[in-house]
């Protein structure tokens, strides 16, 4: 990582005009805050500086986010909390989703998002014209998993396509010691195992929304009214592989998820090795 050149955050905030700030692996782990993070966020609150987090998650609705960010010391209103799972109603939209039955394996906030778009949100026990991965936890895992693929291999065998939507396609994501997967690894269990059945079938991937899908990204934009933004991630595949698509600049932050390895020719433009301003507060 040597050959990235290094920059403060206080050099960002002065460069850019909108900061856009992933949350897992940067402003927290899955146990709270991480250095700087609350320090950072007063610091945008109180100079009033344009800043929006967005968030692969489609286990927590916006508002729900807040108080979970502020539980954990981030004064962050949901106005500023751009989410994977709000990218679902414009989607189905698009899709002609309306009314359908849709499988939901996440938790209960995953169902309203869906709720949201318009379809019907089913338990993966339940018959399903499309299926939805939320997260990770929320519904049993090894019967929930086994269930929603041994129906998609009957559907499949009896030649009907089934939509397969992943808001958040992260593979995995850091705890307070070690990492966990998340659901970009459920997806990918049952998407290995139809290729392997259905080698030929090019319906056979999940649907990504998230980061690096331009989806959030363009969001944030639109809301800032500028392109002049810099996105601040952990994982190369997603933020960096997203900003870098969009054509705006990133910073890599350090001790993310993101390897000591630059791979697949993502570059960040920056790296970041601290969240915390000079002049806090
Ligand atoms: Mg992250």
Redesign the pocket.
Known sequence: METIPAVTIDDLISRYDVLLL?????LVNGDGALPGAAELIATLNRRDQPYFLVS?TAAHLPANASVRYRQFGLDLPAERILTAGSLIKPYFEAQGYRGLRCAVLGPEDSFRYVEEAGALAVSPFEDFDLILIGDQVGFPFLEGVDTVLSRLIDKFDGGASVPLILPNP?LI??KRSGYGITSGMVAAIIELALRQRYPERIDVAFAQLGKPQPGLFEEALKRAGTRNAIMI???LE??IRGAVGMGLDSALVAG??AGKQLVGGVRPTYRLDSLMPARAG
């Open positions: 992933d949350a897992y692996g940067v692969n992260d994501f850091p991630g952990d994982q997603t933020d993310g998820v």
